[in-house]
């Protein structure tokens, strides 16, 4: 089930909502359990079987790791590792695999391809997570399988995250407390949200995607769609992101935050600062930090870095240009440090700092976004100037609301404050105008077609 | 205080907002009998795949009467503003709608770089059939932009490349050794006849049973100016009568409005049905349709009234893409389900502009 859909506004959220306030709080969580089951199996009930599958494994082996003896301890945690890894590679990669092998034998193999499970991505994670902090003593088991079940599989951070520590929910998890500011501040969260993906991402897709679906685009074309995706991507993600904080809010928890403006970063090691900041923090504590981080020499540094990007890139999606975008950022960041860090952008003044990284950032969404390398190299020729300035197609389009959004949304990027602070601004109007866009969202919302969320790929 | 009252009233109007859905349906009569979407049949295994829940979203949202309100309360003051837009609609002279991918060649290098992949199919579909004693013929049906093409550009114009697309599909099937029948001329002889007469649907993409019938008759012209002998089983005179279609215009659905609520769309969709089929069970219909929704509206039935023989349409698979159908006719030609001498493929001008169906030459149709 999608957020940004009929079915979950008006049917599955309000009845999952008065089964929720008007059960005791004892029995919360079997409803939120229960709900976040539902929410999943509607997209396919097999795939919920395999979360429910994942979910009672990396219990189980929570407990065992959470015992005694170090051998039978390392060995709990490298079978749940291997387990979940195992299976976050075979739905995730083994076509890639595939494919790979076929282009390079040239020969075809008898392979249907493998569905990618939603959401198994960040509920991979999650779970590795819990298993490693629990292996480090950082934090105590899940008291009960349902309080782990809840934990992994709770609907608003399910399929697009945050990536949510055990540690920061687990208290929550046991005792938390549904008050009116708690709501209000939910419902405006959600509703600017789903504003951020209907009135912005979904009308900044139709700049872009008409760019992104031509082999050569013109000078003026190719940097108008690569303009709109950087929006697009940002706004869709953190839409969703406002979404999950606000359904929390809602249901008592408070989820930690996923983006901190993360166009206003002044370097590139800021914006992985605040960008997916579950993400970026997960990577530096599960994979960069073991690596070495920057303990050791100059070169293992880079090494680690460079380590950590390419597989936060392959984490994004089952393609080389992922592995590449992976690859981009890696050496961006790797430049930054061996040129001085932040000493290098504090000699220019802070706006250019801004748009040099923003300039490098947008580069680099070409790669997220393009569909293989030819239609990369096709978006990169037209970029700089080889495509000459393209017949301007999409000035010909009827598509004021689409200009509009990328206008509006620069300024919302570059000037506005974030949503978690928006809704904390004392004001009689914000939280008006915030109803006033949700009516316009689901007036869009009907009356267009279902899009999925970008991140639902990963 | 105030900012209290304002998060406070955000909270209420949110949760008002979500109640709206349930209460809808349980206030007022869900909009059942006008869904356009049917209500999805249970099977576990639907159920496993998703299939299921998937359809009945879509069912249950569009005989959703709050569904409804939104979308026109949404929709109609723009569409009268002048400001509705959308990428899959174009709007022409009022009340005219086009289907935008289809108005303009957005790809043309893709176009080019998949010519030898088209030929190739065209080539090996026709040796296919050769094989079998069938004569293929393709029908290209024009783009409802091209026949209108002053109601949908203007004083603009038609883009150059778009403009040149139809005598590059033309030239194409011929190079590949194809058939072709091209009824562009008789559809704007028939416009310069009987202006009122609409080919085309103003808000939809297909034609009209008038339409059908232009290109009925140009394609019996075609092949009888071939040699090749028409009406010959059941020996008796076919009919095709007009039937009225249980469809909203496909273009106004786009636009996520409801056509009920528009009076310039308020028009019943006709299609045609065969009269006066004689052939029994065991005769052997000697031509084969093979095509997607224009076909389904009733094409067969006006083919053969034109021709004065029945016509097999077990190849038309509307919604699927211009393969689908002939899949499925090559599928049943192999079973020999079906033994043809003809074979028309209902081939819609915007299917050349959609790169997918061309990516993999002759093996899209299960040929080599």
């Not at chain 1, 008291?143 to 687990?170: H, K, T």
């Not at chain 2, 009945?56 to 959703?64: K, Q, T």
């Not at chain 2, 071939?226 to 009406?231: E, N, S, W, Y």
């Not at chain 2, 299609?271 to 094409?299: D, H, Q």
Request: proline fraction near 6%; include cysteine.
């Amino acid at each position: 089930m999608n957020f940004t859909s009929e079915i979950f506004v008006f049917a599955f959220l309000p009845i999952f909502l008065l089964g929720y306030w008007l059960s005791p709080p004892r029995l919360r969580n079997p409803v939120l359990a229960l709900g976040s089951y539902v929410f999943y199996a509607w997209w396919r009930v097999d795939f919920a079987c395999l979360l429910l599958l994942s979910s009672s494994l990396i219990y189980v082996a929570g407990r065992g790791i959470a015992g005694e003896g170090e051998a039978r301890r390392r060995a709990w945690l490298l079978l749940v590792l291997g387990a979940n890894l195992g299976l976050l590679a075979y739905f995730k990669y083994v076509d890639l695999l595939i494919e790979t092998i076929e282009s390079l034998s040239a020969q075809a193999l008898d392979w249907e391809g493998a569905l990618l499970p939603l959401g198994i991505s960040f509920y991979t994670f999650q779970g590795i997570s819990y298993c490693v902090d629990v292996y480090r003593r950082q934090v105590e088991p899940a008291r009960s399988y349902l309080d782990c079940i809840c934990y992994l599989a709770m609907f608003p951070q399910l399929v697009a995250g945050p990536i949510v520590r055990f540690g920061s929910i687990r208290a929550q998890l046991i005792a938390r407390r549904v008050d009116l500011e708690s709501l209000s501040g939910g419902a405006m969260l959600f509703m600017i949200g789903f504003s951020k993906k209907l009135l912005l991402a979904d009308n900044l897709a139709l700049l872009a995607d008409p760019v992104f679906a031509q082999s050569a685009p013109g000078l003026i074309d190719a940097w108008i769609g690569v303009l709109a995706f950087a929006l697009q991507i940002y706004f869709d993600f953190s839409g969703y992101t406002d979404m999950a904080l606000g359904l929390g809010l809602l249901l008592g928890f408070r989820l930690p935050e996923n983006f901190n403006s993360p166009y206003l970063a002044a370097s590139i090691g800021e914006f992985w600062r605040r960008w997916h900041m579950s993400l970026s923090s997960w990577l530096k504590d599960y994979l960069y930090i073991p690596l070495g981080g920057n303990r050791g020499s100059r070169l293992m540094t880079c090494r680690n870095i460079a380590i950590t990007m390419l597989l936060g890139g392959l984490w994004h999606g089952a393609s080389w240009t992922f592995l590449l975008w992976g690859g981009l950022h890696g050496a961006l960041l790797i430049c930054e440090r061996l040129a001085g860090g932040p000493a290098l952008y504090a000699r220019l003044p802070q706006p250019v700092s801004i748009l040099i990284t923003f300039f490098l950032l947008s580069v680099a969404w070409v790669i997220f976004r393009a569909d293989d390398l030819e239609s990369l190299v096709g978006m990169y020729a037209g970029m700089f100037g080889c495509a000459g300035l393209g017949s301007l197609p999409l000035l010909e389009q009827r598509a004021g609301f689409a200009w509009a959004a990328l206008l509006v949304g620069y300024v919302v990027v570059f000037l506005l404050p974030r949503s978690a602070e928006v809704i904390r601004i004392p004001s009689l109007v914000i939280p008006l105008f915030i109803v006033l866009l949700f009516l316009l969202s689901l007036g869009q919302l009907a009356s267009t077609s279902y899009s999925p969320f970008l991140y639902y790929r990963f | 205080m105030f900012a209290r009252l304002g998060k406070h009233c955000a909270l209420v109007s949110f949760l008002l907002l979500l109640a709206a859905g349930p209460m809808s349906y349980l206030l007022f009569d869900p909009v059942k009998t006008r869904a356009s979407v049917p209500a999805p049949d249970f099977s576990w295994e639907d159920l496993r795949r998703g299939e299921y829940a998937s359809d009945g979203e879509e069912y249950l949202r569009e005989s959703s009467s709050l569904v409804r309100v939104l979308r026109s309360v949404y929709s109609l003051p723009l569409l009268r503003a002048g400001l509705l837009e959308s990428p899959l609609v174009r709007f022409g002279s009022e009340p005219w709608l086009f289907y935008r991918p289809g108005t303009r060649v957005a790809d043309p290098a893709a176009l080019i770089r998949l010519r030898s992949r088209r030929l190739n199919m065209f080539s090996a579909l026709k040796l296919e059939l050769e094989k079998r004693g069938i004569e293929l013929v393709v029908l290209l049906v024009p783009d409802k932009s091209r026949v209108y093409a002053d109601l949908c550009y203007g004083r603009e114009g038609m883009p150059r490349l778009k403009a040149g697309l139809y005598n590059l599909i033309l030239s194409e099937l011929r190079q590949a050794g194809v058939r072709v029948v091209d009824p562009l001329a008789d559809f704007r002889e028939a416009r310069r006849r009987e202006p009122a007469k609409q080919l085309y649907y103003p808000g939809d993409t297909h034609w009209t049973p008038a339409g059908m019938r232009v290109a009925a008759a140009d394609l019996v012209q075609e092949l009888e100016s071939g040699g090749i002998p028409l009406g010959g089983e059941p020996g008796e005179s076919i009919l095709a009568d007009k039937q009225l279609l249980q469809r909203s215009p496909d273009l106004v659905d786009m636009l996520g409005l409801d056509p009920s609520w528009l009076a310039e769309y308020r028009q019943a969709q006709e299609g045609l049905r065969m009269l006066g089929v004689s052939a029994g069970p065991n005769s052997r219909v000697g031509i084969a349709l093979a095509g997607g929704s224009f076909s389904e509206r009733g094409f067969a039935a006006a083919i053969a009234e034109a021709c004065g023989e029945p016509v097999d349409d077990r190849g038309v698979l509307p919604g699927q893409g211009p393969m689908a159908g002939l899949r499925e006719t090559l599928y049943l030609l192999r079973q020999e389900r079906l033994r043809p001498r003809l074979l028309v493929w209902e081939f819609v001008e915007r299917s050349y502009l959609e790169s997918k169906f061309w990516l993999r030459g002759p093996a899209e149709l299960g040929l080599r």
